[in-house]
């Protein structure tokens, strides 16, 4: 079994990286070779912008490329339970806001005609508890009453027809969505912001960074130059001078494992409609087929950070999981396990602003691979001066309290998470 990404490992390889470091002047310096940064560093570059990405490792080499490949609208808490805490009015706009972003992608794929096996199916959201069932019900009559007719609620034998697993007893069915192999995705976005006129250089991380009258002085191992605005895309990243933005996002691990080359008559009887699934436990799971016919499956196996110790532990946490749901599958082997950080805000909302002048977008809490290439495109829209704020302006962003940087709290949080599992 291997210890690395799958969208990695089968991903083209990316060459169009810069071979010597940044020097002299750009108008923009970008921080973080993600979706985030990539799909701004495109947008910059189309209308003209002189542009450089620094990248501490390889492009789209942590979250966006060790995610689960689900690219759905909603947003990352009940809907419902949105609209009660910040109002309908809010809570539509918040919901919105992801439908705009899976066009987004959409879009840029057909643009950029990237290869990316993306794939429209939408997301059904599988009920864990016969309770959960009544509670999905509620969330889909709010989001047909407000934002979206196109959903379907499914008994618990229509869910059974989506889903060949004995565990669930329904399902909210959310059509607007889709999956994609990201690894794909990101070296097609990585050759389109190249062909453009960005200079991406990638395992060059940003270790300073100073304003110095109308500009920035951006220093690297190896090199420094200026640039006249900076944008940071970093998310979780524990890499460069960024402890402002650390206070402020915890950095929650998640977990995949996948498994070896499935028959077509299995996958077929498994998930015939191919759906990206999410489970309705807070501590839940999220699984799809891949184009090769593999199940990939994960969760927040363990609330630890990611390597390769704490990934093989989680891996096993996950191979349970896995056999529960789809108990057809005991014999079948593991190919790949690995895991990634997540940038979790403490509202589980995206943040988007400027900090000591510097722009920043982050805290996708999960829900990235739509909303990062989406903020990506608007952030550089409002460097270039054609809008004037996003649907996450953050006007203030408090720091987590007690939270300096090292998530002492993770196990806490996920025994907290856990039991409340139990409970309801």
């Known amino acids: 079994m291997k210890l690395e990404s799958y969208w990695l490992d089968t991903a083209p390889a990316f060459s169009g990286g810069r071979d010597h470091p940044p020097e002299g002047h750009y108008?923009?310096?970008?921080?973080?070779?993600?979706?985030?940064?990539?799909?701004?560093?495109?947008?910059?570059?189309?209308?003209?912008?002189?542009?450089?990405?620094?990248?501490?490792?390889?492009?789209?080499?942590?979250?966006?490329?060790?995610?689960?490949?689900?690219?759905?609208?909603?947003?990352?808490?009940?809907?419902?339970?949105?609209?009660?805490?910040?109002?309908?009015?809010?809570?539509?706009?918040?919901?919105?806001?992801?439908?705009?972003?899976?066009?987004?992608?959409?879009?840029?794929?057909?643009?950029?005609?990237?290869?990316?096996?993306?794939?429209?199916r939408g997301k059904l959201k599988l009920a864990a508890k016969p309770?959960?069932?009544?509670?999905?019900?509620?969330?889909?009559?709010?989001?047909?009453?407000?934002?979206?007719?196109?959903v379907a609620m499914l008994s618990q034998a229509e869910a059974r027809r989506e889903v060949d697993s004995p565990l669930f007893h329904g399902a909210l069915w959310q059509k607007n969505g889709g999956q994609m192999h990201v690894g794909r995705f990101g070296a097609g976005l990585a050759d389109a912001a190249v062909r453009h006129g960005a200079h991406l250089f990638e395992h060059t991380p940003m270790t300073g960074v100073e304003r110095e009258g109308e500009r920035y002085r951006l220093t690297t191992p190896g090199s420094e130059f200026h640039a006249d605005n900076v944008l940071l895309a970093t998310g979780a990243s524990q890499v460069g001078p960024l402890n402002w933005f650390r206070r402020r996002l915890a950095p929650v691990g998640s977990f995949i494992v996948v498994t070896e080359p499935l028959a077509s008559e299995q996958c077929q009887q498994m998930i015939p409609n191919q759906r990206a699934c999410v489970t309705s436990r807070i501590v839940g799971h999220y699984f799809r087929l891949t184009p090769d016919n593999r199940?990939?499956?994960?969760?927040?196996?363990?609330?630890?950070?990611?390597?390769?110790?704490?990934?093989?532990?989680?891996?096993?946490?996950?191979?349970?999981?896995?056999?529960?749901?789809?108990?057809?599958?005991?014999?079948?082997?593991?190919?790949?396990?690995?895991?990634g950080l997540v940038d979790m805000s403490r509202d589980r909302l995206p943040h988007a602003g400027r900090h000591d002048g510097m722009y920043y977008v982050m805290g996708f809490s999960g829900h990235g691979v739509q909303m990062s290439v989406h903020m990506g495109r608007m952030m550089a829209e409002m460097m270039l001066g054609h809008r004037r704020d996003t649907p996450w302006q953050s006007e203030e962003w408090p720091a987590i309290p007690g939270h300096f940087g090292k998530p002492w709290f993770l196990p806490l949080v996920g025994g907290w998470y856990r039991l409340q599992d139990r409970l309801r």
């Open 295 to 339: 199940l990939l499956f994960g969760g927040r196996a363990r609330f630890a950070m990611s390597g390769s110790q704490s990934d093989a532990k989680s891996g096993e946490i996950l191979r349970r999981g896995l056999r529960e749901t789809f108990p057809q599958l005991s014999a079948t082997q593991l190919d790949y396990c690995w895991g």
């Open 27 to 120: 108008d923009v310096a970008i921080i973080g070779g993600g979706f985030t940064g990539l799909a701004a560093a495109r947008t910059l570059a189309r209308e003209g912008a002189r542009v450089a990405l620094l990248e501490a490792g390889r492009v789209v080499g942590e979250a966006s490329g060790r995610n689960g490949g689900q690219c759905n609208t909603g947003v990352a808490q009940d809907y419902a339970a949105m609209v009660d805490q910040l109002g309908r009015e809010r809570a539509a706009r918040h919901y919105r806001s992801y439908s705009d972003a899976v066009a987004s992608v959409e879009q840029l794929i057909e643009e950029e005609e990237i290869a990316c096996d993306y794939l429209r």
């Open 131 to 150: 309770e959960h069932y009544d509670k999905l019900a509620r969330t889909y009559e709010a989001i047909r009453r407000d934002v979206d007719p196109d």
